[in-house]
């Protein structure tokens, strides 16, 4: 225990000291338009246990999130295909399967958000084939993201696109066996964006006319502390975007516009979790974290609640799990069922979309399903 009590204080001095570093620098909240705050990567096992993800990643997702949860692998892992699909349940009377396709163009959406006004558009899908191993892991995200709005005059289409197409590697140092794990990962990014107020009136809209495009470098690191007594209660911190991401590496992929999109600030956040043993083939983990810790926000963002998440799961011998918890003060489920070979996930949550002082709440879904090896 003294060894745990001293790895403890230098992790925490360590993190101080850069959380206090971090916090005298200016940085700005990369946020959309709508007061969503976004992030680079959300999956659907995080989402359904309230957004938290710091502490409990123990799969290929770690590489885009926390790198030291690659400790956590005991098996190597090959996920071939894994489509994840995400909607907002206020959508579906907006897009059905007979009209899906007009929602996938920049202009088929404004068509229908003009016959159904003020209302938030939600969409999301993404990919991550990837291979991951004890302490290692390499993948690559492919991610389509729309959020749109028309407002209820019918003046003005809010619009935020962003396509990311991003190469990830990740590595994990484990020491004192395993009580301090710290993880590095940096990733090779295409990114794609629109963020804009366009006349609700337009036609003939296209994205290329639209986007702003370029690549960048980005960099990742966690730790992992975990006490080796009964509970492995445990601290974790994971940075992102280490030293702010920019796009300007050289021009994008797809479009060879003059444009790039805006940087994406440094991101700092914190866990506290504990995973007590409630059976012989039962497990329990719950988790509470704070996201944005040394980002300086705007004054219209200032809201705690809006970056706190709280989250629990019951595992049932690795095979069927029931999550639950609080992303942003709004309540969240979701239930897995998971072998070796597939992985079906579905979740619901609540998004803040408004302000601290008139707070909206757009309620999503997610599903998963995945093939590997």
């Given at each position: 225990m003294t060894m745990f009590r001293s790895l403890l204080?230098?992790?925490?001095?360590?993190?101080?000291?850069?959380?206090?570093?971090?916090?005298?620098?200016?940085?700005?909240?990369?946020?959309?338009?709508?007061?969503?705050?976004?992030?680079?990567?959300?999956?659907?096992r995080s989402l359904g246990m309230g957004g938290t993800y710091v502490n409990v990643v123990n799969d290929e997702t770690a590489i885009l999130t926390n790198p030291a949860g690659l400790g956590k692998l005991r098996d190597y892992t090959f996920t071939f295909f894994d489509p994840e699909l995400h909607g907002g349940f206020n959508n579906t009377d907006i897009v059905n399967m007979s009209n899906f396709s007009e929602a996938t163009s920049v202009q088929g959406l404004l068509d229908r958000l003009n016959v159904v006004r003020d209302r938030h558009w939600h969409a999301r899908f993404q990919m991550f084939p990837s291979f991951v191993a004890p302490n290692f892991g390499v993948g690559v995200l492919a991610k389509y993201q729309y959020n749109a709005k028309v407002d209820a005059t019918g003046t003005t289409y809010r619009l935020d696109y962003v396509n990311d197409w991003a190469l990830g590697l990740a590595y994990n140092f484990r020491a004192f066996s395993g009580i301090m794990k710290i993880g590095i990962a940096g990733r090779l990014i295409n990114r794609a964006e629109v963020h804009r107020d366009i006349a609700a009136n337009s036609t003939g809209?296209?994205?290329?006319?639209?986007?702003?495009e370029g690549m960048g470098i980005a960099a990742d690191a966690g730790i992992i502390?975990?006490?080796?007594?009964?509970?492995?209660?445990?601290?974790?911190?994971?940075?992102?975007?280490?030293?702010?991401?920019?796009?300007?590496?050289?021009?994008?992929?797809?479009?060879?516009?003059?444009?790039?999109?805006?940087?994406?600030?440094?991101?700092?956040?914190v866990a506290l979790s504990a995973q007590p043993i409630l059976g012989n083939r039962v497990r329990m983990t719950v988790t509470a974290e704070y996201h944005g810790v040394a980002t300086a926000l705007v004054e219209a963002e200032e809201d705690a609640v809006k970056r706190s998440h709280v989250g629990v799961e019951f595992n049932f011998a690795d095979f069927a799990f029931v999550r639950g918890g609080a992303n942003q003060g709004y309540w969240t489920a979701g239930l897995e069922f998971a072998t070796e070979k597939f992985q079906l996930q579905v979740a619901s949550y609540g998004e803040e979309i408004g302000t601290p002082l008139v707070r909206i709440e757009d309620r999503r879904w997610i599903g998963k399903f995945a093939l590997r090896f």
């Open positions: 204080f230098v992790g925490l001095s360590f993190f101080a000291v850069l959380g206090a570093s971090l916090c005298a620098s200016k940085a700005a909240a990369a946020n959309s338009f709508n007061g969503e705050i976004e992030e680079f990567y959300t999956g659907v809209l296209e994205l290329k006319s639209l986007t702003s502390l975990t006490a080796p007594v009964a509970g492995l209660p445990a601290l974790g911190v994971s940075v992102r975007d280490a030293g702010n991401t920019s796009y300007d590496l050289r021009e994008g992929m797809f479009n060879a516009t003059t444009d790039r999109p805006v940087d994406t600030i440094q991101s700092v956040d």
